[in-house]
């Protein structure tokens, strides 16, 4: 696998740092630390958030998003299932984590839902990694499912990375070239897509997407719709950049150099997985919706691309693939508590709480590495049948499930 590789490609010989002539990627001098939070990326100032910092921007981007919601439904002459102010009695929220190829489980479910006839609309979608690759179809609704098909579907190593020589883990940013992933999110990810996202965001719906910036260490959550209603002429670019980002697992796939400005100051921020810090995330635990001017009921659905249970395996007694194991086994963890989290916070803010994850019945054939196509269909399918026979849904995460109804 891709952590595999490169854990084996970190223990080069150190005298490979001597060789001659080479040298690492130059890049744009990063932002001072101070001024974080001050850097605009083309000048849109809820562009993003930083989901440690001041929750107040993200909470005023709510409360603005219904004001655009209910503008947008007395515009249209439509009250059905809204109070008299023009606004649903009920929203729908979904989260989408990462996972690599294991996303082709939560793109199956997606499209199964469809199938059944119960999937909702989404008031608003978060992704992470391969959850920010899939949140854009998932936003726009059951006519994108096709493509969403076509992606998880058709998906080879081909067409994500080329690799690089092993001399990249001294003197490059990452063991493979994301090149054909950038042509892939640009093939989809068009300029039809975007104008449809910013016509969604008019209507109050918001699309979210997680990265890192490195630099700062800090957890970025990309407001695309804003981005995209912004009428800048490089924002389909930086969406692209995004969506790139939030998949640049770290060491594995290349960075990716987000351009702002402060003050007329040009800096360049590395951004990296968003799973670096969180592998899905609802809204930050900061924010508290039940003590907001939201008034609504709500429902969440949490979309886990991966398996919760142990994944077995015996270990060799050897530096690299011990390293290797506890990394795999610390990700594993990772996961399952930002599970955890998403279910308490959902709980204290009184929010249905529905969690999907591969479970312990997929049983496909050995993958034959990264992005294996067979094993992808398998996962595909795995998740549309059981959206499609309503099997998905657990209203607690496992290992809690002895709480139900207390």
Same mark, same amino acid.
């Given at each position: 696998?891709i952590?595999?590789k490169?854990?084996? !490609?970190?223990?080069?010989p150190?005298?490979?740092?001597a060789?001659?002539? !080479?040298s690492?990627?130059?890049? @744009?001098?990063?932002?001072?630390?101070t001024?974080t939070?001050?850097a605009?990326?083309?000048g849109i100032?809820?562009?993003?958030?930083?989901?440690? %910092?001041?929750?107040?921007?993200?909470?005023?981007e709510?409360?603005?998003?219904?004001q655009?919601e *209910?503008?947008?439904? $007395?515009a249209?002459? @439509?009250q059905?299932?809204?109070k008299?102010?023009?606004?649903?009695?009920?929203?729908y929220?979904l989260?989408?984590? #990462?996972? %690599?190829d294991?996303?082709?489980?939560g793109? @199956?479910?997606l499209?199964?839902?469809?199938?059944?006839g119960?999937? /909702?609309?989404?008031?608003?979608?978060?992704?992470?990694?391969t959850?920010?690759l899939?949140a854009?179809?998932?936003?726009?609704g /059951?006519?994108?499912? &096709?493509?969403? *098909?076509e $992606?998880?579907?058709?998906m080879?190593?081909?067409?994500?990375?080329?690799?690089? %020589?092993?001399?990249a883990a001294?003197?490059?940013?990452?063991?493979?070239?994301?090149g054909?992933l950038a042509?892939?999110?640009?093939?989809?990810?068009d300029?039809?897509?975007?104008?449809a996202?910013?016509?969604?965001?008019?209507?109050?719906?918001l699309?979210?997407?997680?990265?890192?910036?490195l630099?700062?260490?800090r957890?970025?959550?990309?407001?695309?719709?804003?981005?995209?209603?912004?009428?800048? /002429?490089?924002?389909?670019e930086?969406f692209?950049?995004?969506l *790139?980002?939030?998949a640049a697992?770290p060491?594995a796939?290349?960075?990716?150099?987000i351009?702002?400005e402060?003050g007329?100051?040009?800096?360049?921020?590395?951004? $990296?997985?968003? %799973?670096?810090?969180?592998q899905?995330?609802l809204?930050? &635990?900061?924010?508290?919706i039940?003590?907001q001017?939201?008034?609504?009921s709500?429902?969440?659905y949490?979309?886990?691309?991966?398996r919760l249970?142990p994944?077995?395996?015996?270990?060799?007694?050897?530096?690299?693939?011990?390293?290797?194991?506890?990394?795999?086994?610390?990700?594993?963890?990772s #996961?399952?508590?930002?599970?955890l989290?998403?279910?308490f916070?959902?709980?204290?803010?009184?929010v249905d709480?529905?969690?999907a994850?591969i479970?312990?019945d997929?049983?496909?054939?050995?993958k034959?590495g990264?992005?294996?196509?067979a094993?992808?269909?398998?996962?595909?399918?795995y998740g549309?049948?059981?959206?499609?026979? @309503?099997?998905e849904?657990?209203?607690?995460p496992p290992?809690?499930?002895h709480t139900?109804?207390?």
């Amino acid at each position: 696998m891709i952590l595999r590789k490169l854990m084996s !490609c970190i223990v080069l010989p150190l005298g490979l740092a001597a060789v001659a002539g !080479c040298s690492i990627p130059e890049r @744009g001098p990063a932002v001072p630390p101070t001024d974080t939070t001050r850097a605009l990326p083309l000048g849109i100032p809820n562009a993003r958030f930083f989901a440690d %910092g001041d929750p107040k921007p993200m909470i005023d981007e709510a409360l603005q998003s219904a004001q655009r919601e *209910r503008a947008a439904m $007395v515009a249209a002459g @439509g009250q059905v299932a809204a109070k008299p102010g023009g606004r649903p009695t009920h929203v729908y929220y979904l989260a989408i984590s #990462g996972g %690599g190829d294991n996303g082709a489980f939560g793109a @199956g479910l997606l499209t199964g839902w469809t199938e059944a006839g119960t999937r /909702p609309e989404f008031k608003m979608v978060t992704g992470v990694s391969t959850g920010a690759l899939i949140a854009p179809f998932a936003f726009l609704g /059951p006519t994108y499912d &096709p493509a969403l *098909r076509e $992606v998880y579907t058709t998906m080879t190593p081909a067409k994500v990375f080329r690799s690089r %020589g092993l001399t990249a883990a001294v003197f490059d940013d990452a063991m493979a070239d994301t090149g054909p992933l950038a042509e892939l999110i640009a093939h989809y990810a068009d300029q039809m897509m975007f104008e449809a996202i910013a016509r969604e965001y008019l209507k109050g719906r918001l699309l979210l997407i997680g990265t890192t910036d490195l630099d700062a260490q800090r957890p970025v959550i990309w407001n695309i719709g804003a981005i995209a209603a912004s009428g800048h /002429p490089r924002a389909l670019e930086l969406f692209r950049q995004i969506l *790139r980002a939030s998949a640049a697992i770290p060491g594995a796939f290349q960075p990716v150099m987000i351009d702002v400005e402060i003050g007329g100051q040009k800096y360049q921020e590395m951004h $990296v997985d968003g %799973g670096a810090i969180a592998q899905l995330f609802l809204y930050p &635990p900061s924010i508290n919706i039940s003590t907001q001017r939201f008034q609504r009921s709500r429902t969440a659905y949490i979309i886990r691309n991966a398996r919760l249970d142990p994944d077995y395996a015996e270990s060799t007694r050897r530096t690299i693939s011990i390293a290797g194991r506890a990394i795999n086994t610390m990700l594993a963890a990772s #996961g399952y508590n930002d599970v955890l989290r998403t279910y308490f916070v959902s709980k204290r803010d009184d929010v249905d709480y529905n969690l999907a994850y591969i479970g312990s019945d997929f049983d496909p054939a050995p993958k034959a590495g990264e992005f294996d196509q067979a094993y992808m269909r398998a996962l595909f399918d795995y998740g549309f049948q059981q959206a499609k026979a @309503g099997r998905e849904w657990h209203k607690t995460p496992p290992g809690l499930a002895h709480t139900a109804g207390k």
